[in-house]
T-cell receptor, first 114, second 114 residues
Framework: NAGVTQTPKFQVLKTGQSMTLQCAQD?????MSWYRQDPGMGLRLIHY???????DQGEVPNGYNVSRSTTEDFPLRLLSAAPSQTSVYFC?????????????FGPGTRLTVT | AQKVTQAQTEISVVEKEDVTLDCVYE???????LFWYKQPPSGELVFLIR??????QNEISGRYSWNFQKSTSSFNFTITASQVVDSAVYFC???????????FGKGTKLSVKP
């Protein structure tokens, strides 16, 4: 049971490049989400999914796309990277919407856009 | 709207001192959940505690204790006899009763010096 995995751990992009941050979980969790962490800002929600085929926007969705074709995977796509997207990205999963459930976080991806 | 405020940006203490990290929240939900996470220098997010809105009992776990007061919308975290290994960023977070996502505070960076 690997929990929540994220790849890559580190990435450097040039402005305008696109890339996909991978997130996978093996706990059969319905609910998955992406957060970004910036210095002094805490974690902010980018996108989330309540199940395969269903996604929705969070607090800071601009510049990002997501899809959820399987329960296990929830990739985050940067369409045209900008320096403002330099951040640490965390993927999380939880069995459902009840607050009784703990959120499981991946180890994070540190992205730098030059 | 939901909001979490951690007014202390950085705290520095000497080992063995007690330290309290403050967390104030806002929500209109009658059912909600409060969390504390620790982020050590290695970067991962470590779950510490979850508390639901119907349980105002204080909790103690070793050197850690939490004080939940609905009357003041606060969920403070105290470390007794701090140690260098407690140095980390600590996040308080809120989750509504029917929501899967967390609203994070901006975090408090705790430095414990030997």
């Amino acid at each position: 049971n690997a929990g929540v995995t994220q790849t890559p751990k580190f990435q450097v992009l040039k402005t305008g490049q696109s890339m996909t941050l991978q997130c996978a979980q093996d706990m059969n969790h319905e609910y998955m989400s992406w957060y970004r962490q910036d210095p002094g800002m805490g974690l902010r929600l980018i996108h989330y999914s309540v199940g395969a085929g269903i996604t929705d926007q969070g607090e800071v969705p601009n510049g990002y796309n997501v899809s959820r074709s399987t329960t296990e995977d929830f990739p985050l796509r940067l369409l045209s990277a900008a320096p403002s997207q330099t951040s640490v990205y965390f993927c999380a999963s939880t069995p459902g919407t009840s607050g009784l459930y703990e959120q499981y976080f991946g180890p994070g991806t540190r992205l730098t856009v030059t | 709207a939901q909001k979490v405020t951690q007014a202390q940006t950085e705290i520095s203490v000497v080992e063995k001192e007690d330290v309290t990290l403050d967390c104030v929240y806002e929500t209109r939900d009658t059912t909600y959940y409060l969390f504390w996470y620790k982020q050590p220098p290695s970067g991962e997010l470590v779950f510490l505690i979850r508390r639901n809105s119907f349980d105002e009992q204080n909790e103690i776990s070793g050197r850690y204790s939490w004080n939940f007061q609905k009357s003041t919308s606060s969920f403070n975290f105290t470390i007794t006899a701090s140690q260098v290994v407690d140095s980390a960023v600590y996040f308080c977070a809120l989750r509504g009763g029917s929501q899967g996502n967390l609203i994070f505070g901006k975090g408090t960076k705790l430095s414990v010096k030997p």
